[in-house]
């Protein structure tokens, strides 16, 4: 029997997505399950949106770490995408670090990246291809959502949104229901308000 599939988008300054990764993390070591790992941009998802001034700014700074992001994938391959993104995130979320110029320079150091990939910070020369990667998991859920987009098998939805992050077979439990309810034709959401938010211990 073939392994499942989870495509999994991300933006890696997303904290909700960064929960997500990890219970996805633990799924691959109980479930016999193979993750694609794919970029998507909430700075790209909220153009021309009316925004809050604070969350604004925060999408302004948001297109560099995934700009850097795509630039590795096209030069060494998606596989650095998992690597790169766990060496960004960990700084981001469990660190709380916010120069976030300087995290992407030292994650790329840490995975054995040429630091030249930091060209692409600013460059609008990878926004084609970074848009065409957000658009390619947009248009499997569209555009009332964020980050993250999961597909199981191929039906994608926005999350699971989930904290902390399950661990051991309660996280391969929580595949099964994913993909249960992704197996049923018609099946749209399940959703209830956050009264916390991410814990990433």
């Given at each position: 029997?073939?392994?499942?599939?989870?495509?999994?988008?991300?933006?890696?300054?997303?904290?909700?997505?960064?929960?997500?990764?990890?219970?996805?993390?633990?799924?691959?070591?109980?479930?016999?399950?193979?993750v694609r790992w794919h970029v998507m941009s909430l700075s790209v998802l909220n153009e021309g949106r009316d925004l809050e001034p604070?969350?604004?700014?925060?999408?302004?700074?948001?297109?560099?770490?995934?700009?850097?992001?795509?630039?590795?994938?096209?030069?060494?391959?998606?596989?650095?995408?998992?690597?790169?993104?766990?060496?960004?995130?960990t700084r981001f979320h469990p660190q709380g670090r916010t120069d976030r110029r300087e995290v992407v320079a030292e994650a790329l150091?840490?995975?054995?990246?040429?630091?030249?990939?930091?060209?692409?910070?600013?460059?609008?020369?990878?926004?084609?291809?970074?848009?065409?990667?957000?658009?390619?998991?947009?248009?499997?859920?569209?555009e009332d959502v964020g980050t993250p987009v999961v597909a199981f098998n191929g039906v994608a939805f926005f999350g699971p949104v989930?904290?902390?992050?399950?661990?051991?077979?309660?996280?391969?439990?929580?595949?099964?229901?994913?993909?249960?309810?992704?197996?049923?034709?018609?099946?749209?959401?399940?959703?209830?308000?956050?009264?916390?938010?991410?814990?990433?211990?």
């Amino acid at each position: 029997m073939s392994s499942a599939v989870a495509d999994f988008w991300f933006d890696p300054m997303c904290p909700w997505a960064w929960m997500t990764s990890r219970w996805m993390g633990e799924v691959t070591q109980v479930r016999d399950v193979t993750v694609r790992w794919h970029v998507m941009s909430l700075s790209v998802l909220n153009e021309g949106r009316d925004l809050e001034p604070k969350y604004r700014d925060l999408m302004d700074e948001g297109w560099g770490a995934v700009r850097v992001l795509i630039a590795a994938a096209d030069a060494h391959g998606e596989e650095v995408i998992k690597p790169l993104y766990d060496a960004i995130g960990t700084r981001f979320h469990p660190q709380g670090r916010t120069d976030r110029r300087e995290v992407v320079a030292e994650a790329l150091t840490e995975v054995g990246l040429p630091v030249e990939l930091m060209e692409a910070y600013n460059s609008q020369d990878w926004d084609e291809k970074l848009r065409a990667s957000h658009a390619e998991g947009i248009a499997l859920v569209g555009e009332d959502v964020g980050t993250p987009v999961v597909a199981f098998n191929g039906v994608a939805f926005f999350g699971p949104v989930v904290t902390p992050a399950p661990k051991g077979e309660d996280a391969g439990r929580l595949w099964d229901g994913c993909v249960l309810v992704a197996g049923t034709p018609g099946f749209f959401e399940l959703k209830r308000t956050r009264t916390q938010g991410p814990l990433f211990d």
